[in-house]
T-cell receptor, first 112, second 114 residues
Framework: EPEVTQTPSHQVTQMGQEVILRCVPI?????FYWYRQILGQKVEFLVS????????KSEIFDDQFSVERPDGSNFTLKIRSTKLEDSAMYFC??????????FGPGTRLTVT | AQSVSQHNHHVILSEAASLELGCNYS??????LFWYVQYPGQHLQLLLK??????LVKGIKGFEAEFIKSKFSFNLRKPSVQWSDTAEYFC????????????FGTGTRLTIIP
C-alpha cells in the first residue's frame, strides 16, 4: 500500500538555525498538509497546499515558515530561524479526494 | 471554525472490557468525521471515517463509531479491548465540502491492563 514518507525521522538543531523537513506524498495525491504535535498536546494544522500554492494556513504558520513542492514529488517545510517552541513532531499528510488524509511517520524536531 | 472535544483524557481498562470514547464537535455545517490512532512511537493511522450514509461505521481492528447528528457526537466503541489497543486515540473533523484541514481533539490515552 502506498505510504507518505518523511525524512529525517529526527532532527536536532540549534536555536536560530534553518531546518528543512521533507515529505514524499503518495504519488497521485493532489492536496498536501503539514501538521505538528507538541509533546503531550493535540495535533495542530499548520498549512495546506494545492496546485502549487498555499490553500490555507494557521496562525502558527508565520513568516518563519514556508512550504514548497520543488520537483513534483517532494513537499518540504522550511523553518527559517528555529525557536525552542518549534520543538515538536511534524507530520506531513496528503489526499487525493478531499476527504481522507494519509499521514507520514513524522519528523521529530528538537531545537536546543 | 470547527472544534472537537474529547472529554476522556486517560482511560484505563482491563482486557476484554468494553470501550467507548467520547467525541463531540462544533460546526455549523456538514462534516466528515474521523478517528485516528497513534500507537506508542508510531504515526497516526486511520481507524475509521464517516462521510455520509449509515451513521454506524465500522473500522479496522473491531472498532466502530456512531454519528449522532442531533448530539454532534461521533463516539468510538469496541466491545472487547485487547492489550494491543493501548494507544492514543484522536477524533478529527473537517468540513464536508473540500480539501479542508483536519481539526483534532486533544486525544484520549487508552491503557489496557493485561
Amino acid at each position: 500500500e502506498p505510504e507518505v514518507t518523511q525524512t529525517p525521522s529526527h532532527q536536532v538543531t540549534q536555536m536560530g538555525q534553518e531546518v528543512i523537513l521533507r515529505c514524499v506524498p503518495i504519488s497521485n495525491h493532489l492536496y498536501f498538509y503539514w501538521y505538528r504535535q507538541i509533546l503531550g498536546q493535540k495535533v495542530e494544522f499548520l498549512v495546506s497546499f494545492y496546485n502549487n500554492e498555499i490553500s490555507e494556513k494557521s496562525e502558527i504558520f508565520d513568516d518563519q515558515f514556508s512550504v514548497e513542492r520543488p520537483d513534483g514529488s517532494n513537499f518540504t517545510l522550511k523553518i527559517r530561524s528555529t525557536k525552542l517552541e518549534d520543538s515538536a513532531m511534524y507530520f506531513c499528510a496528503s489526499t487525493v479526494w478531499p476527504y481522507e488524509q494519509y499521514f507520514g511517520p513524522g519528523t521529530r524536531l528538537t531545537v536546543t | 471554525a470547527q472544534s472537537v472535544s474529547q472529554h476522556n483524557h486517560h482511560v484505563i481498562l482491563s482486557e476484554a472490557a468494553s470501550l467507548e470514547l467520547g467525541c463531540n464537535y462544533s460546526y455549523g455545517g456538514t462534516v466528515n468525521l474521523f478517528w485516528y490512532v497513534q500507537y506508542p512511537g508510531q504515526h497516526l493511522q486511520l481507524l475509521l471515517k464517516y462521510f455520509s450514509g449509515d451513521p454506524l461505521v465500522k473500522g479496522i481492528k473491531g472498532f466502530e463509531a456512531e454519528f449522532i447528528k442531533s448530539k454532534f457526537s461521533f463516539n468510538l466503541r469496541k466491545p472487547s479491548v485487547q492489550w494491543s489497543d493501548t494507544a492514543e486515540y484522536f477524533c478529527a473533523v473537517n468540513p464536508n465540502f473540500g480539501n479542508e484541514k483536519l481539526t483534532f481533539g486533544t486525544g484520549t490515552r487508552l491503557t489496557i491492563i493485561p
